[in-house]
């Protein structure tokens, strides 16, 4: 990836009449490029261009950005543009994220599980275990990855090292303390980090991000930055009220528009129960935050599931046929059958990585 343009490779006129510290108005008129354009490239594209600089209220970037942006504009800065992408069919997996306002209602099993059913519906699935405190997907998975993500940062290690083979074929990034030093490490190391998920945006169809329960600052800005959000409920009355506590803190738009919620009722003893709960969180949704729940789906209480955890197998492998397996393939199929090409013309994980460097300037 080319890098660090200077002052120096620029044209002498250029060099001489040129401001030192440039708004993206600036960059528009020496660019001729238009702003909304800038502002793309800007979140497809932040290692090719130079740091922010923050001035009085602004950030600004240095004039090496001018060169920068045309660069990435000529095609010449690694990667696609959005139009070059669609154009050759090449898109950014969906990014969803299964979260919950309590713990301990079945997001770890449902985020593999669901990934091993969409793998067996044809689409290519990763995990990302991005639960900065309990990390374990892997342990319900029955693997044992050497590395985590942390070993990009601190050995170089390749994305691909990381990625372990899971169930079905499925992928599975071991995150832990890894996604904790997404949110807390120098900028280098946060870049290093999210090029290596956004090659892996580039490689699959979809990835599901296990993340912890709550309201963390880090859950909630990876939140506002994934493609499509799933929340996993239970009937248990406390788990609607932190659902919904925490939904009203998530931006509801994406760049690409009103951001897809779904729900997924799980550990209910009747069809009854399920929507019960799911409806009353999509009438709070809608009443009092005016956003739509789309519901996907319910998954019994079933002791398959514990049954499944003592062998380290992940329940639809362990018993492809329990009750619990049929709902979880019932949820696949339903979200497949919200795909929406446009959310995956941009990356998510350079939305999360702009949004890091934002809160800190
Ligand atoms: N449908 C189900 N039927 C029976 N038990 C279940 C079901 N779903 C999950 N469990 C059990 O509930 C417990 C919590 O599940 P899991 O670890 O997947 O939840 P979690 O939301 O990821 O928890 P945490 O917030 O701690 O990360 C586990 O013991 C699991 O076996
Ligand atoms: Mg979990």
Request: net charge neutral; glycine share 10%.
């Amino acid at each position: 990836m080319q890098n660090g343009y200077k002052i120096s490779d620029l044209p002498f006129e250029t060099k001489k009449f040129m401001p030192t510290l440039l708004s993206i108005d600036d960059i528009s008129r020496e660019t001729g490029l238009e702003e909304s354009l800038l502002r793309f490239y800007e979140s497809e594209y932040p290692d090719d261009l130079p740091e922010k600089i923050l001035r009085g209220d602004t950030l600004v970037f240095d004039s090496s950005a001018v060169e920068a942006f045309k660069h990435i504009h000529d095609g010449h800065g690694g990667g696609h543009s959005g139009d070059e992408r669609i154009s050759k069919g090449l898109r950014f997996a969906r990014v969803i994220a299964v979260t919950s306002g309590k713990g301990g209602v079945g997001k770890t099993n449902i985020s593999l599980n669901l990934a091993i059913e969409l793998q067996r519906l044809g689409r290519m699935c990763v995990v990302l275990d991005a639960d900065m405190g309990l990390a374990n997907v892997h342990l319900l998975a029955g693997i044992n990855p050497r590395l985590d993500i942390m070993n990009v940062i601190s050995e170089n290690r390749n994305i691909s090292e990381i990625i372990t083979a899971g169930p079905e074929g499925i992928g599975i990034i071991p995150g832990g303390a890894g996604m904790l030093a997404l949110a807390d490490s120098s900028s280098r190391d946060r870049k290093k980090i999210v090029k290596s998920l956004k090659r892996v945006e580039e490689a699959a169809d979809i990835i599901i991000v296990d993340t912890g329960a709550g309201m963390g600052p880090s859950v909630r800005d990876f939140l506002s930055c994934a493609d499509e959000l799933l929340f996993v409920l239970t009937s248990d009355i406390t788990s609607l009220a932190d659902a919904y506590a925490l939904l009203k803190v998530i931006p509801r738009n994406g760049d690409l528009g009103v951001r897809p919620v779904y729900s997924v009722v799980n550990m209910v003893g009747t069809l009854k129960q399920a929507s019960d709960v799911s409806v009353r969180f999509s009438s709070c949704a809608r009443q009092f935050l005016g956003r739509e729940i789309q519901h996907l789906g319910y998954i019994l209480r079933d002791s398959t599931v514990g049954a499944a955890t003592a062998q380290r197998t992940p329940y639809t492998v362990f018993n492809p046929q329990a009750k619990v397996s049929i709902n979880t393939r019932n949820i696949a199929a339903a979200l497949l059958k919200k795909e929406m090409p446009e959310i995956r013309l941009s990356s998510s994980f350079n939305r999360y990585m702009n949004m890091i460097q934002e809160g800190e300037g």
